[in-house]
């Protein structure tokens, strides 16, 4: 194979990768968006925050993706779910947005 078509490869696998990796980001991004929405749900209906997704009856695994909830305080919140190792994509109830960085609670 020649140099050019090396170079060509490579653009490829990295066009590839990152089509993939921008669909698992957003697939994951619709599921955890029902999770934040049953969150509210169960807000409005006991006039709190569940203390885990598990006390509304809600499955941490979705797609075979962990989703983790912090109950931070009395009303705010985070979901979250991995993307890499030591990587993921936080949503802050203070900001009502997916975010790429770990951050507090009204930072």
């Known amino acids: 194979m020649t140099k050019r078509s ?12 990152l089509f ?5 980001t957003e697939r994951n991004k619709k599921n955890g968006n029902e999770i934040i929405r049953r969150i509210e749900d169960y807000r409005t209906a006991y006039d709190t925050l569940p203390c885990s997704l598990m006390e509304m009856g809600q499955e941490e695994i979705i797609d075979d993706v962990l989703f983790c909830y912090e109950k931070v305080d009395s009303v705010h919140y985070m979901v979250w779910f991995g993307t890499t190792l030591g990587e993921g994509v936080y949503f802050y109830s203070d900001t009502k947005k ?3 960085r770990l951050r507090k609670i009204g930072e």
């Open 6 to 17: 090396n170079i060509t490869i490579l653009n490829l696998a990295f066009l590839i990768t």
């Open 20 to 24: 993939v990796s921008c669909s698992y």
């Open 98 to 100: 997916w975010e790429d």
